[in-house]
C-alpha cells in the first residue's frame, strides 16, 4: 500500500494535506525558539513541497519553478483555510470555555 508519493504530492490535494499536517506538527516547536508569522512557514513549505515533488518527478524548468512559486501561494492559502475551517473553529471554543470559568 502505497500512502503518499511525489506525484501525490504534487497535486493540489496532496501538497495541501502534507502542509496542513507538517505545520500543526512544527508550528508550536518553531514559536518557542523564532517567532516567525505562520503565513510564511507555510509559503516556504508549501514552495519546498512543489520543488520537491517537480524535482523528484521529473526535474526542474524554469516554467515549471516559475509555476511552483505561483502554486506555493494557492497551497497555502489553501491550507490555511483548511486550517480555519477544521481547527479554528474548534480553538475558539476551548478559549470560549476556558474564559466562562474565570467569571
Avoid: C, H
Wanted: charged residues 20%; glycine residues 8%.
Amino acid at each position: 500500500m502505497d500512502f503518499t508519493n511525489w506525484e501525490i504530492l504534487g497535486t493540489m490535494g496532496g501538497a495541501v494535506a502534507a502542509v496542513l499536517l507538517i505545520v500543526q506538527y512544527i508550528k508550536a516547536p518553531l514559536d518557542t525558539i523564532w517567532k516567525i508569522p505562520t503565513r510564511v512557514i507555510v509559503y516556504v513549505l508549501s514552495l519546498g513541497i512543489l520543488l520537491a515533488a517537480d524535482g523528484f518527478a521529473g526535474g526542474f524548468e524554469v516554467q515549471s519553478v516559475v509555476i511552483d512559486v505561483l502554486n506555493a501561494f494557492i497551497v497555502a492559502l489553501a491550507a490555511m483555510g483548511s486550517y480555519e475551517a477544521t481547527f479554528a473553529k474548534k480553538d475558539a471554543k476551548v478559549v470560549e470555555e476556558y474564559a466562562g470559568e474565570d467569571k
